[in-house]
């Protein structure tokens, strides 16, 4: 764009020259015809709700941020009351503000993104209020077994309000104040606090009578249309009511906040008439009953003790049998005590006569009998064992020599051996003793002959003891025939023997 | 006794039924004595009376309450919601 100094511009081109309502009045156009109907997921934040009813707030994500405008007329259907930090699906069309040059989103229909987003809510809600303590059991104040006035706050129309004074009228009809109040949508909740604050603002002086206990009542429906009573301002009214309080919203699956800070929760709207009154007939009965009880009782007092009083009367002894009793028992007395005395002297008299009889004879008599009898028994005893003794002993005797005899040197010469005697009746036990011509008598088996000694002796070192080396030249004597070293042979086999067994004779006698 | 430190007329019902069951089993146990008795007999036949009087009072009254411009209770009007 070029100028010349004075006015004159020069045209770029043949572009159209708006007016700036006319370029805004476009550019709503546009945005109208292109948003006409969009659906936006977003945060709610600075939700203000002004007094014309109208609702302002932004509708924002992480990145960017639109105005919302929600008019009275949707705003006060909404199923719940919009606040900030919550996730919404609004229904609705962009338009602009060309007044400041702005645009926002008017919506025309606006819900919870999910029921997880209002659950959240209400848990979030529900640890705030129960970490102030207004869930305390201890702040439960007991609900009057009889009021007097009943004051309920619910919806004057509809089933509710219907089963609530049919149950109250079955059981036992009473004054009751309905509060009437919307329980959904836009402002319930506001009313429903005011309906509670207000309720225990009566003070019975101005022509109204103070209820004695309050319901506050809705009938089913979905967590939306319950929202009102999950209300901080509904819970804070109920908590702060200093007249006990029935809740009694939806059905018995659905919990609201109110629930929890109410005095009682009943299940449902007739479930909180029955808990308000007891059943009138039962207490006529138990009435009837006790006045029954109580008339027939004022005879009794008076015949329990006449009845009383004839027993005792009765029970009382007569000064005679009194006498009587006593005197019997003087005289049995009398008749026992010498008696008694005689018992005494018996059991002394048998005592010591128990004690003599230990002191006789009988006890050294009885020592001296035992002491015999066993002298008996040891005498008894005596005689087979010296018997079996001396059994003994000759059984050895015999058996010794019995030895002897088989072991004697006659029976030596039974086998075949001679004894050598010189002529001076000696034994002749060493050959070397004897001399060539020395005669010799030879002993055996059966008789002894003269025999003369041949030539020298042949040394026999074995037999040292010397008789055998007699024996041995008696025998080569005796036996030319056998040569030199079977005669040998034949000394040694018997030679030892006579002289071991000399030894053997010696230790058995 | 603490029932009779309570006027009957300013007891509630389940007051004055309890103060009641209490005369007649003191009654019915015999250890009152006689004196007392005729005392408790008349207590008990008030309580009765007065029991009896706040059962067949009962009637039913529904009324709608009338909201003022301040918000607090105005008045009541009957209610029918038939």
Redesign the interface.
Same mark, same amino acid.
């Given at each position: 764009m070029t100028t010349d100094g004075w006015g004159t511009t020069s045209s770029t081109g043949n572009a159209h020259e708006y007016t700036v309502s006319e370029i805004s009045g476009a550019l709503k156009r546009s945005v109208e015809d292109l948003f006409g109907n969009v659906r936006v997921r977003a945060e709610l934040s600075g939700v203000k709700r002004a007094a014309s009813g109208h609702v302002y707030f932004s509708l924002k994500d992480d990145k960017a941020v639109i105005d919302g405008v929600c008019w009275r007329g949707v705003a006060s259907h909404l199923s719940f009351v919009p606040e900030d930090g919550l996730e919404v699906i609004c229904t609705g069309k962009l338009t602009t503000y060309p007044a400041r040059s702005k645009y926002q989103m008017v919506v025309e229909q606006m819900e919870p993104a999910g029921a997880g987003a209002l659950m959240a809510l209400l848990e979030e809600r529900k640890k705030k209020l129960a970490a102030e303590g207004l869930f305390d059991p201890a702040r439960k104040k007991p609900i009057?077994?009889?009021p007097s006035v009943i004051g309920v706050v619910t919806s004057?129309?509809g089933a509710v !309000?219907?089963d609530i004074?049919h149950r109250? %009228?079955d059981r036992?009809?009473?004054? *009751?104040? *309905?509060?009437?109040v919307l329980v959904q949508g836009q402002g319930a909740a506001e009313q429903i606090a005011?309906?509670i604050a %207000?309720?225990n603002? !009566?003070d019975g002086q101005g022509?109204?009578p103070r209820p004695d206990v309050l319901i506050v009542a809705r009938g089913g429906g979905s967590i939306e249309d319950l929202w009102s009573f999950n209300e901080e301002i509904v819970v804070r009214a109920a908590a702060d009511s200093a007249i006990p309080l029935i809740s009694a919203v939806g059905h018995e699956t659905d919990t609201t906040l109110i629930d929890y800070v109410s005095d009682l929760r009943a299940p449902t709207p007739t479930g909180a008439a029955e808990k308000a009154v007891p059943v &009138?007939s039962e207490?006529?009965a138990?009435?009837y009953d006790? =006045?029954k &009880?109580?008339t027939l =009782?004022?005879g009794? *007092? !008076?015949a329990?003790?006449r009845d009383r009083l004839t027993a005792l009367g009765r029970a009382l002894p007569k000064p005679r049998d009194l006498l009587g009793l006593s005197s019997q028992k003087l005289d049995d007395l009398s008749d026992r005590l010498p008696r008694s005395l005689m018992a005494v002297v018996q059991t002394k008299t048998g005592r010591l006569n128990r004690l003599i009889g230990g002191l006789g004879t009988g006890q050294l008599r009885q020592g001296l009998q035992y002491r015999q009898e066993r002298l008996k028994q040891q005498s008894a005893r005596l005689q087979p064992a010296y018997a079996r003794r001396l059994t003994i002993l000759s059984d050895r005797l015999t058996a010794a020599g019995r030895m002897l005899d088989t072991l004697s040197y006659e029976r030596v010469l039974d086998r075949g051996f001679a004894v050598v005697t010189n002529t001076n009746g000696d034994l002749v036990t060493v050959g070397a003793s004897l001399q060539a011509g020395e005669q010799v008598q030879v002993r055996f088996k059966d008789t002894a002959r003269a025999m003369i000694v041949g030539g020298a002796g042949t040394d026999n070192k074995p037999d040292q003891d010397g008789a055998p080396g007699m024996t041995a030249s008696v025998s080569m004597q005796k036996d030319k025939k056998s040569t030199k070293t079977s005669g040998t042979k034949s000394v040694k086999k018997a030679g030892p023997k006579p002289a071991k067994d000399d030894g053997r004779q010696g230790r058995l006698l | 006794m603490n029932d009779k430190s309570k006027p009957i007329s300013e007891m509630s019902f389940e007051e004055a039924m309890a103060a009641l069951e209490q005369v007649v089993s003191r009654l019915e146990s015999g250890n009152a004595a006689l004196e007392d008795s005729i005392d408790l007999y008349t207590y008990g036949t008030e309580l009765k009376a007065y029991c009896e009087t706040k059962l067949r009072d009962a009637q039913a009254k529904i009324e709608k309450i009338t909201v003022g411009a301040d918000g607090q209770a105005s008045g009541a009007t009957p209610l029918d919601v038939e």
């Open positions: 009057p077994y009889l004057p129309t !309000i219907r004074l109250l %009228g036992f009809p009473r004054h *009751v104040l *309905v509060w009437p005011n309906a %207000g309720f603002a !009566i022509g109204l &009138r207490l006529e138990t009435l006790l =006045s &009880r109580l =009782s004022k009794r *007092v !008076i329990d003790r | -």
